[in-house]
């Protein structure tokens, strides 16, 4: 259960945040003004709608977590919030630039910055490009609200799912400071420092506080030159003056800076095997009439794998990587930017204005094959990253009028956003090799016909049987094969990807109050965008022409087709090929749309509120920036050119969702409960998956009318849709919190959340109707990947007096995370599911007088839970999950990788603060 509480009070057993599960489109204390606890209701002061209000009086979806309740379960970043907030999960995947989060099961892999956030993420009121600009230390803080639902009647930039705010403690005019000194499992260091104080009395106050964070990595590289990988080695800095001439005027200023060099993200094995089907359907191929699948104990492709050097590990928790000698996951990281919030009261009116510019870039050189043997890598060389450089500025006027029978509010918000992504992925030294000696194990598995050190992969035998297999084509067949063993560190030098990105909006949100009993929201907003795609490659890649052009003849003839379109397609896979040099990408896209909510709360008693909304959001369409979608399905298969490529080809939809809720606020001294039933329906989602060589962007709808199946078939041309298009993700289920408060210095917190998040049947990839790609034949109705249907958290908060001292006092607090089992991986195949699983967190302490100095004990995830992130189809290594051997037939060799969860961590804090 997620606390809040005013960052002075110091009291980790105050009661949690009346989460309030109601209208979404308010946001909790988005503003900057503090939140504070009412002693007499175990109530909790924020400003929702930006206006300062009992959060048990205001109808809003949000959890908010003080600093104390952060750093009683370790927190240091969103991601430490799963532990506290149940509607919400944050995970990363190759990269901490890739991070997504989600919220009801609604979110966006954050693999491909071309799609933004379906969950925001808001730093002192400063919208971050990508929720992995979240990631970072977060320094001193006041709190961190999660907002549920749809966001942007009260803020600037809009949310198709909810909002994660993070608000950073002020500068004071009394003098203050704290340090903090951690040391913990791993070789773990963290030393934190901040200060504060009037510069000039009661007219200028700063504030100026440092983290620096190093760390073993969780990984041991038992192949390679990186010693250990996931790795922490990081510093950040924030500085702010608090500018106050008078009382009616207030200038924050706020610059930080966040330095990262680190090795990540690493991955493991976590299936390997190969499958099949006993009983081939030999009067409907591909189709298996009667699901029977075999597992075999041994897969071809590790084969393959073993034959070039690759080591497997056995226990996927052992830790154990291998990675490529002399290739990295070291990058670094950096983010900094500058901001000012201007607030005046002018009598009747009060503004707001916030203006920010902000640079984020984050490297991408890695071993991505994750594997030693040279499959695919991103040179460290400076030619692999992804930057953002934004500028937002947002202004607000709010007043009332009739007698305060009305709050009106009125706003508008501007960001330019130049998004250039840099990407120099290129074929390893032992591609070759491998891709030749995995097409001839295609053909059979028999050891005997491969030579990974001939040409093709073939040996003597392997020639002689394929030349009577292919006959009078074996000679261009065989000579396709040896061009393909010498596709060897090739591939892109420095491709450009750029974004230019115009956002304005202007919103507006009032409430009236019809009695002192019921009241009204009301709140519209119209957002306009522009986005300016265009793109330019570099790519030394001579092979491919000369296999399109050798091959192209036979795809034509259907007994050579498949075998001839498969060595072209290892060859040009993602369209990597020197012709790409030649093209000329560009396009742009405009749009606009309206959006609001509306809301009728009513309170029969003081302790008691009800409340029911409807709200509609919106989340921008954008560029699909990755090549590997230009010319289709079989675009790898002939030379792109400027006469049959666009840049319209990598185009994709706005999201766009209709979420209605309903619910239930309780409050006493004793006791808080809040339940929330919620339903949200997504239209045209934004879905990005990786199929194990290639980024696929679809907009999942529901066709209007049924498929026959077609949806759930292995074609990518059938299943079109003429009848109009419906919501493709329906959300819907119950959020419960609730708290007890026994003694003064004693808490109990449970949430759970049931969200039913699926995909509806007879699904198709745009509003159009366009098929659904054939890897997604899971989806239809199907619960939505990293969405457990169940979520229960608690925590225990116990802060009893030590007698018979000056003021010493203990702490003893744990907290939980029950998880349902769930799927991490977009197309939904089994090798990717993770089940249900607990994490518990704890710490011990003694607190001196008034908590100026603390010594605490404390361990995370202290059972040492084993559990997945997200895996995944590790790149190029085999096709067909044991789901497509079941439905289709066929041999299912696909290896999968996963990004695995952090271990048992632990270790001793010691803090003091003046």
């Known amino acids: 259960m997620a606390f809040a509480q005013d960052a002075a009070v110091q009291n980790p057993t105050a009661p949690p945040a009346n989460t309030a599960p109601g209208a979404s489109a308010a946001t909790a204390a988005v503003a900057d003004g503090n939140a504070s606890e009412n002693a007499d209701t175990r109530d909790i002061i924020i400003t929702a709608t930006r206006r300062s209000t009992a959060l048990s009086n205001v109808p809003i979806a949000v959890s908010a977590v003080n600093a104390e309740s952060l750093k009683n379960s370790g927190a240091n970043d969103v991601r430490a919030l799963n532990q506290l907030a149940p509607s919400l999960l944050v995970s990363s995947t190759g990269n901490e630039a890739n991070a997504s989060a989600r919220i009801r099961g609604i979110g966006t892999v954050g693999d491909n910055p071309g799609l933004e956030s379906s969950v925001a993420v808001f730093i002192d009121g400063v919208y971050r490009s990508r929720t992995g600009s979240g990631l970072n230390e977060l320094g001193e803080i006041d709190r961190i609200e999660v907002l549920r639902g749809p966001q942007g009647t009260l803020f600037g930039r809009n949310a198709s799912a909810g909002l994660i705010n993070i608000v950073t403690a002020k500068p004071s005019f009394e003098i203050g400071g704290n340090a903090e ?42 192949t390679g030159t990186d010693g250990s990988d996931n790795n922490r080695d990081r510093y950040f800095v924030r500085g702010q003056l608090l500018f106050t001439p008078s009382s009616d005027i207030s200038l924050r200023l706020i610059g930080d800076y966040t330095h990262r060099d680190e090795k990540c993200c690493a991955a493991v094995y976590v299936a390997t095997r190969e499958t ?5 359907n030999t009067t409907t191929p591909g189709f298996n009439t009667d699901m029977a699948v075999t597992t075999d104990a041994s897969n071809r492709i590790v084969d393959v794998l073993k034959s070039l050097g690759g080591v497997f590990p056995t226990d996927p928790y052992s830790r154990q990587v291998t990675v ?12 900094g930017g500058l901001s ?109 016909l491969r030579d990974p050190t001939a040409a093709g992969c073939l040996s003597p035998t392997g020639r002689a049987v394929f030349g009577g297999a292919f006959g009078a084509a074996a000679p261009a067949i065989i000579a396709g094969l040896n061009r393909l063993s010498t596709l ?35 709140g519209g907003r119209y957002t306009h965008e522009r986005k300016i795609f265009d793109a330019n490659f570099n790519n030394n890649n001579t092979v491919c022409p000369a296999q399109q052009a050798a091959l192209g003849p036979f795809l034509s003839n259907a007994a050579l087709a498949a075998f001839a379109g498969g060595i072209i397609t290892l060859t040009c896979t993602g369209n990597s090929s020197v012709d790409s040099n030649l093209l000329k990408l560009n396009s742009r896209l405009s749009e606009g749309q309206f959006t609001g909510t509306a809301v009728v709360s009513y309170k029969p008693v003081d302790s008691t509120l009800l409340y029911a909304s409807y709200a509609k959001g919106y989340k921008a369409g954008g560029f699909n920036l990755d090549r590997s979608p230009l010319g289709g399905l079989n675009g790898v298969l002939t030379p792109r050119t400027n006469a049959n490529t666009s840049g319209d080809e990598l185009k994709f939809e706005a999201e766009k969702v209709d979420s209605y809720e309903a619910g239930l606020k309780f409050k006493s001294h004793m006791f808080t409960a809040n339940v929330a039933a919620f339903r949200e329906e997504f239209k045209n989602f934004q879905l990005n998956t990786f199929n194990g060589s290639v980024f696929i962007v679809q907009n999942i709808s529901s066709c209007a009318t049924g498929l026959n199946g077609a949806d759930r078939d292995n074609s990518s041309t059938t299943g079109a849709c003429t009848s109009g ?19 003064k210095d004693l808490a109990f917190s449970i949430g759970y959340t049931y969200a039913e998040t699926k995909y509806q049947r007879n699904l198709v990839s745009s509003s159009g109707g366009a098929p659904l790609s054939a890897a997604l034949f899971l989806l239809p109705g199907s619960q939505v990947s990293n969405a457990p249907k169940n979520v229960v958290t ?6 009893p007096d030590i007698p018979n001292t000056d003021g010493l006092s203990a702490l003893f607090y744990v907290d939980s995370r029950f998880t349902s089992g769930y799927n991490t991986g977009s197309d939904l195949f089994p090798e990717k599911r993770q089940p249900s699983f607990t994490t518990v967190n704890a710490r011990v302490g003694i607190r001196g007088k008034d908590q100026r100095w ?27 999950s044991v789901a497509q051997v079941q439905a289709f037939g066929g041999t299912g060799n696909q290896l999968f990788s996963a990004f695995l969860a952090e271990p048992r961590t632990y270790g001793a804090t010691v803090r003091a603060r003046f």
């Open 794 to 799: 608690t925590s225990m908060g116990f802060t």
């Open 725 to 743: 298009t419906k919501p493709g993700v329906i959300s819907q289920g119950v959020e419960v919190e609730t708290g007890i408060y026994p003694a």
């Open 181 to 222: 000194a951690t040391y913990g499992n791993y070789n773990y260091y963290r030393l934190s420092a901040g200060i504060t104080g009037p510069i000039i009395a009661d007219k200028l106050a700063a504030r100026i506080d440092g983290v620096y964070v190093k760390r073993d990595g969780f990984y041991k590289d038992i």
């Open 854 to 880: 603390a010594i605490e004990f404390w361990g995370q995830n202290v059972f040492n839970q084993n559990y997945t992130q997200v895996a995944f189809n590790t790149p190029f290594q085999g096709s067909q």
């Open 276 to 280: 099949s089907d006993p009983t081939p």
């Open 324 to 335: 490529t000698p002399n290739r990295t996951y070291r990058n670094t990281t950096t983010d």
């Open 488 to 522: 060897n560190n090739l591939g892109s030098v420095r491709d450009v990807y750029n974004q230019d990105s115009e956002n304005y909006a202007i919103f507006t949100h009032n409430i009236i109050k019809v009695t002192d009993k019921l009241s009204l929201t009301l």
């Open 340 to 448: 000012g919030q201007l607030d005046w009261d002018l009598g009747k009116v009060k503004l707001t204005a916030i203006t920010a510019y902000r640079v984020y870039k984050a490297g991408g050189a890695g071993d991505i094959d994750y594997t030693n043997v040279d499959i695919t890598y991103r040179p460290d060389d400076g030619n692999a990253y992804r930057r953002f450089r934004t500028f937002t500025q947002e202004v607000r006027a709010q007043g009332s009028l009739f007698d305060d029978r009305l709050d009106w509010l009125v706003g508008g918000f501007y960001s330019k956003e130049k998004l250039q992504v840099v990407d120099n992925a290129k074929f390893g030294t032992q591609y070759g090799a491998f891709a030749s000696c995995r097409l001839v194990a295609t053909v059979s598995p028999v050891a005997a």
